[in-house]
Nanobody, 122 residues
Framework: QVQLVESGGGLVQPGGSLRLSCAASGFTFSSYWMYWVRQAPGKGLEWVSVINTGGGRTDYADPVKGRFTISRDNAKNTLYLQMNSLKSEDTAVYYC???????????????GGQGTQVTVSS
């Protein structure tokens, strides 16, 4: 049974930083591309970032490029998102997700956790 448990969210002032974590279990974490996605109030899911199985390839949505960094520790089955220079428009529930297919990037993913709330406000 796939489990993805996000943590690290909170309330932060504009310009601040947060580091999100996602603990994965129930599947071979190192075999899957992983994603961060977010859902702002009243909006749909928005893709934020993706990382390949080994961690050497990453990509970011334009709104977060240069401010967010995705990484992973396959030995700990954990995905991370370092968020710097946070803006009010980053306010959302953040979810981690696994690709629907092993070893490749299919651009189709499934979330599995409750998410973690990030609120950027002064």
């Amino acid at each position: 049974q796939v489990q993805l448990v996000e943590s690290g969210g909170g309330l932060v002032q504009p310009g601040g930083s947060l580091r999100l974590s996602c603990a994965a279990s129930g599947f071979t974490f190192s075999s899957y591309w992983m994603y961060w996605v977010r859902q702002a109030p009243g909006k749909g899911l928005e893709w934020v970032s993706v990382i390949n199985t080994g961690g050497g390839r990453t990509d970011y949505a334009d709104p977060v490029k240069g401010r967010f960094t995705i990484s992973r520790d396959n030995a700990k089955n954990t995905l991370y998102l370092q968020m710097n220079s946070l803006k009010s428009e980053d306010t959302a529930v953040y979810y981690c997700a696994k690709d629907d297919r092993p070893t490749i990037y299919s651009a189709s993913y499934t979330t599995g956790g409750q998410g973690t709330q990030v609120t950027v406000s002064s």
